[in-house]
């Protein structure tokens, strides 16, 4: 069975603060990690997929890296609108992407 | 930008009826799928849906729930006769290829069962 498992469940930052949130995955035979970003009450919004390990993207402050294990998004000099619940997924079998828990940033001005 | 709409944003609903939660997804995208997610839980798939047949289905969808697309543009989730434990949000997403591309998500339907 698809595993993933995000860490830390919560994060505060100070406003400029650069971090990390980490995904780490189970899977037979990956064919997309994707991440989300969730603000409360709303869908996921995509953001990156990243398909084999060294692979990375980039938008504006958030950046993402994939290895054979798992998945970083680095936040670089947060703001407080990059408060949100970030979600990373894995699909093994088409047509199924199985979501981690989340963590919850929070970015303090 | 295209996007995923869904309807109603909330439904209420009492235990033992019938729901039907409707959505369009981006009109290029051959993939369609619904997931759900309790109030503090993760997102969970339900079922995806490919070329008007179900391609995948989790355990969760057993036989209260069915999808349909009746027509060229809206996907529907029907929920046979509701309870307390179908209380979630559900979402509706949909993608160009199946699995190894991004799926977009809608804003989702909040159901509550009272």
């Known amino acids: 069975e698809d595993q993933v498992t995000q860490s830390p469940e919560a994060l505060r930052l100070q406003e400029g603060e650069s971090s990390s949130l980490n995904c780490s995955y189970t899977?037979?035979?990956?064919?997309?990690l994707f991440w989300y970003r969730q603000d409360p009450g709303k869908g996921p919004e995509f953001l990156f997929t990243l398909y084999s390990a060294g692979e990375e993207k980039e938008k504006e402050r958030l950046k993402a890296t994939l290895t054979k294990k798992e998945s970083f998004l680095h936040i670089t000099a947060p703001k407080p609108e990059d408060s949100a619940t970030y979600l990373c997924?894995?699909?093994?079998?088409?047509?199924?992407?199985?979501f981690g828990d989340g963590t919850t940033l929070t970015v303090k001005p | 930008e295209p996007e995923v709409t869904q309807t109603p944003s909330h439904q209420v609903t009492q235990m033992g009826q019938e729901v039907i939660l409707r959505c369009v997804p981006i009109s290029n995208h051959l993939y369609f799928y619904w997931y759900r997610q309790i109030l503090g839980q993760k997102v969970e798939f339900l079922v995806s849906f490919y070329n008007n047949e179900i391609s995948e289905k989790s355990e969760i969808f057993d036989d209260q729930f069915s999808v349909e697309r009746p027509d060229g543009s809206n996907f529907t989730l029907k929920i046979r006769s509701t309870k307390l434990e179908d209380s979630a949000m559900y979402f509706c997403?949909?993608?160009?290829?199946?699995?190894?591309?991004?799926?977009?998500f809608g804003q989702g339907t909040r159901l509550t069962v009272v």
């Open positions: 899977v037979s035979g990956l064919r997309g």
């Open positions: 997924a894995v699909n093994a079998n088409a047509g199924k992407s199985t």
């Open positions: 997403a949909s993608s160009e290829s199946q699995g190894w591309t991004e799926a977009f």
